[in-house]
């Protein structure tokens, strides 16, 4: 996993390859004071007034014909016109002053508001010529500016057209706007021939991208351009150049990682497979060609001293515990240990019931480890994992704590593995002589995303499902339709024995977000009222772990009609009785999300639904998503119309998932560079662009 700290980079920096006074005080018309107020908007130093891009560009039409700026709709323009008509206000009006100004074959309008002293009308005699510069105002005919600078000529003066593009600033307190750009202009000057370039030239060439100085140079428009289109074009390729270097200085340090790992090279040989096959024989069902393929190539990662560092990606319902346990039936084989850690207790004890209905009957000897056991199993279950009694530990954030020791760790499993910092993931793998590592996600991430937050690891991507899954129907429904919809569910639970979940955005009500459903509120109300009759249950976060898991015991034994709950029933929930989920204000949720709920039901034989009951009101990013998930079970897809739609960072949880943030970049937008980064960063230390 990608890591926000300094070591793996996101933001771009630049770097002197020759030490320089670098004091923003030392720049001509910055004082302590002006320093200051820059320094508290992050400009540091000159290095970050380098990296302190326009907000936009202002292109300046001089001298041009008039009849062009208006074809143009040209906004600022330097002019040079013949004064025609002065239209001064009445005496004690309010009305402005208004000059007519002919430039070649156009009338411009002059207006000038408020006018501070009666002189000033005296300026403008008709016949002169003045030289005009302004916003040109194209709303009204004919065109006009308020309150132009303007200078008048003793003649006519002849000059030839120019366009000036100019760079505007975001304003900064107490700094002034004219100081911004002369700044920058000058700490170029004296630093540009050092500017590390942190890019091998040779890349440069292949890729048609500038210097690192040359791209500066061009985006704070240090050399002037007369030509818009030009200048546009070397924007482009300029700022392709920024986000170029920004995810090759990623990409390299991602691969430099993996390297490290791999030059480790002590990891344990497991080899034997038998108790693997023996494990197949156990499985109740045929294997997917995908899942084939990815336990054949974990088996074969895991038969070298090289430590695998592998993520199985896998749609809702495609089969990853399966390969995982089958995994790790090869390290207990070989007489290893294998840790299984998972993002909550729901999820963990989920994943131990599947092992024990597996393991139990090859012998294997398992156990699970959560927070909300007690003293004494605790003990007994480290005392064991120490000794080297237990082959597969489960269990939660619980495994990583200090006092968690292994006999002989030979392979850690993460599943949903962007729910851990990799501060997490290194804690455990600590505790083994550098063990493999088999990293899960049911949460279908685009390779662009995938790269950009797990660049250091290898992809193995599961997309078959087992055959014989039915598709979910799901269904879009607003508010005002939810009484038939309970209804419906009522009469389909009493008539078959299935159950439903009913999932909700919040815990308790609250007046902060008064449109949005609680699970404890919704909860009573459907039980003395809508739903009536049926055996409600109720489970979310705040609960405790032994709560939760006597819930979940219920509803699997079927002592639970519906399960009211938060999305803590996202991944880990297998029932296969449970057919309906209803999902109130699904409008709150990422798609991701949502695709996840979905998968908890269609596990068994009998047809399913999902219905999604919004909101009164939509905005226009919700009814995207809902609508997109209404036409299709694809996972993949989803998330990539999530991630087009919320961006990168909702779409993970920047802080979550350590995404770095980009100065420059941006992973949808760019996935192109961040591929050909990739590419070259793995050619570059690895000798093989392909893995």
């Known amino acids: 996993m990608a890591d926000a700290s300094p070591n793996i980079p996101g933001r771009l920096t630049l770097r002197l390859l020759q030490p320089h006074p670098l004091g923003l005080e030392r720049l001509r018309g910055i004082g302590p ?6 320094r508290e908007r992050g400009i540091l130093d000159q290095l970050h007034l380098l990296l302190h891009m326009p907000r936009k560009y202002r292109p300046t039409y001089r001298f041009w014909p008039g009849h062009e700026l208006v074809e143009r709709r040209a906004s600022f323009v330097e002019v040079i016109g013949q004064i025609t008509h002065v239209l001064p206000p009445a005496r004690h009006s309010r009305a402005p002053l208004e000059v007519r100004l002919q430039v070649d074959d156009a009338e411009f309008k002059l207006i000038w ?3 501070a002293f009666p002189g000033f009308v005296k300026k403008f005699q008709p016949g002169d010529w003045m030289r005009v510069e302004g916003k040109l105002d194209h709303e009204r005919a004919p065109a006009q500016m308020v309150h132009p600078a303007f200078d008048i000529l003793k003649s006519r003066e002849a000059r030839p057209p120019q366009t000036e593009v100019v760079p505007i600033y975001s304003s900064m307190e107490e700094v002034r706007d004219s100081l911004i750009h002369p700044a920058i202009t000058e700490s170029f000057s004296l630093l540009h021939a050092d500017l590390e370039e942190g890019v091998p030239l040779n890349l440069l060439r292949q890729h048609e991208l500038p210097t690192l100085a040359e791209a500066l140079k061009t985006i704070h428009v240090l050399t002037p351009y007369d030509d818009l289109d030009r200048f546009r074009e070397d924007l482009s390729t300029a700022r392709n150049r920024l986000i170029y270097q920004e995810f090759f200085d990623l990409q390299l340090a991602l691969t430099r990682r993996y390297v490290a790992q791999r030059r480790a090279a002590n990891a344990s040989r497991l080899t034997e497979r038998e108790l693997g096959r023996e494990l197949l024989k156990k499985i109740p069902f045929d294997l997917t060609g995908d899942q084939k393929s990815a336990i054949a190539t974990i088996a074969d990662d895991l038969a070298t001293r090289i430590p695998m560092r592998r993520l199985l990606q896998g749609d809702v319902g495609s089969g990853k515990t399966v390969v995982a346990l089958l995994a790790a039936a090869i390290a207990i084989a070989n007489g ?19 092992a024990h209905a597996l393991f139990t009957a090859l012998n294997i000897p398992h156990a699970l480890l959560v927070g909300a056991q007690g003293t004494a ?7 064991a994992l120490a000794n080297g009694d237990i082959g597969l530990i489960v269990g939660t954030h619980a495994l990583v704590q200090d006092d968690v020791a292994f006999k002989n760790l030979a392979l850690v499993i993460i599943d949903e593995q962007h729910k851990f910092g990799v501060d997490q993931r290194d804690a455990l793998l600590a505790k083994g002589q550098d063990p493999h590592l088999l990293a899960m996600t049911a949460t279908p991430i685009p390779r662009s995303l995938a790269h950009a937050v797990f660049g250091d690891l290898d992809l193995t991507l599961i997309r078959e499902k087992p055959p014989g899954r039915k598709p979910v129907r799901t269904e879009l429904r607003d508010r005002t339709r939810a009484p038939k919809i309970y209804d419906y569910v009522k009469k389909r639970i009493l008539e078959t024995g299935e159950q439903a979940y009913f999932v909700y955005p919040l815990v308790e009500a609250s007046d902060a977000v008064s449109n949005r459903r ?28 032994t709560a939760k898991d006597a819930v979940m015991q219920r509803f699997s034994n079927g002592d639970i009609d519906v399960l009211c709950a938060t999305t803590v029933v996202e991944v880990g929930v297998d029932v296969p009785n449970a057919t309906i989920m209803v999902i109130e204000n699904p409008e709150v949720f990422g798609l991701s999300q949502l695709h996840q709920l979905r998968g908890r039901v269609g596990r068994g034989s009998v047809d399913s639904m999902c219905i999604l009951i919004t909101g009164f009101t939509l905005t226009e990013d919700a009814e995207l998503r809902l609508q997109a998930f209404t036409t299709t079970d694809d996972g993949f897809k989803l998330a990539e119309t999530d991630l087009a739609i919320r961006g990168p960072g909702l779409f993970l949880g920047v802080k979550q998932a350590g995404l770095p943030e980009f100065r420059f970049g941006d992973v949808l937008r760019d996935a192109h560079w961040l591929q050909t980064a990739r590419h070259d960063a793995r050619r570059i230390l690895l000798g093989d662009a392909s893995r």
Do not use: C
């Open 518 to 545: 609680s699970v404890t509120e919704e909860a009573e109300r459907l039980a003395n009222g809508p739903l009536k009759g049926l055996r409600l249950g109720i489970l979310h976060g705040r609960m405790d772990g």
């Open 113 to 115: 508001f408020n006018l």
């Open 33 to 38: 004071k002006t320093a200051a107020r820059m």
């Open 377 to 383: 199993e605790r003990r007994d279950t480290l005392q």
């Open 336 to 354: 290893h240990q294998v840790a299984l850690l998972a993002p909550t207790e729901i999820l963990a004890r989920q994943h131990s019931r599947n």
